[in-house]
């Protein structure tokens, strides 16, 4: 009788590719070879929690093929989630020059995937960075948050989203519909040009050094359109004007302003806090002749 013919060994198993990550020391290592001790005047609070880094790269949705910018990176805790992620490539904005050299390996590792920029973010082009689609991911140093913020939405058609972290305050403020305390300037321009979604909050324990307030995540998704025409800058003034004497009325505080109130729907009477976005550009375009 014939016996079958021997079966052909098997190839070995492969090794798993290496995960760049692998090669990377515990964040509290970076922090300690480098002296990163978190500098108050850059606002700075560093997240260190993988698990909470990772919440808010999920936050800002489906990673795949984006641009991920990032600004004020400290040790790369936030870095190394979106590294981990489908994104395409990771551009990380940062000043100070510890967390510049901390960062380093990061682009030894990933090669053309992550680039490191050293620089201001109030005075970079943060569009410029990278090729569309580009999404903001990023735990904002609190004494620039909203200056940034501001900056971002004059060109937020650059921007498929923003995913960022303030203050709750800050947060809040971003969220408020009109009536309510803490609705003003900020919340006027934001939802005029976004959606706004608060995604979770976040306890200042989990920060080192813990901050003396909570902080929350948020994403906006630009509009296709703004709610309502006006332009940017009149809507800045008109909105500055009003609440900057918010507890007068609109008959007071806009009084400086060539506007008619009553022409433009509004209600002399009325508080800032109680007009909503709409009426806001109504006035916006009355002060620049096309309402």
Known sequence: MTEPP??????????????????????????AAHG???????????LLDLNVTRRIVRAAGDMTGVTALEVGPGPGGLTRALLE?????????????????ALAPLEALYGDRFHLVSGDALEVDL????????????????????????????DIQS????????????????VAAPGTKA???????????????????????????????????????????????ARFETLERITQAAFGQRRKMLRASLKGLPLDLEAAGVDPQQRAETLPVEAFCRLARQLDGDG
Not at 159 to 173: G, H, I, K, P, W
């Open 183 to 229: 609705y003003g300037r900020l919340a006027v321009i934001t939802q005029w040009l976004c959606q706004v979604r608060r995604d979770f909050n976040l306890d200042r324990r989990a920060f080192t050094p813990p901050p003396k307030v909570a902080s929350t995540v948020v994403t906006l998704h630009p509009r296709p359109e703004p709610l309502a025409p």
């Open 127 to 154: 569009a410029a960075l990278g090729p569309a689609p580009r999404r903001v991911v990023a735990n904002l140093p609190y004494n620039v948050g909203t200056p940034l913020l501001l900056r971002w939405l004059r």
């Open 6 to 31: 021997e079966a052909p060994p098997e190839d070995p198993p492969e090794d798993p590719p290496e995960d760049p990550a692998d090669a990377l020391p515990p964040l509290r290592e970076v922090i």
């Open 159 to 174: 921007f498929e989203s923003l995913t960022l972290m303030f203050q709750t305050e800050v947060a809040d403020r971003l």
């Open 36 to 46: 990163l001790g978190a500098r108050k005047a850059l606002g700075q609070h560093f």
């Open 85 to 101: 992620s489908p994104a395409a490539r990771v551009v990380a904005v940062e000043k100070d020059a510890r967390c510049l050299e």
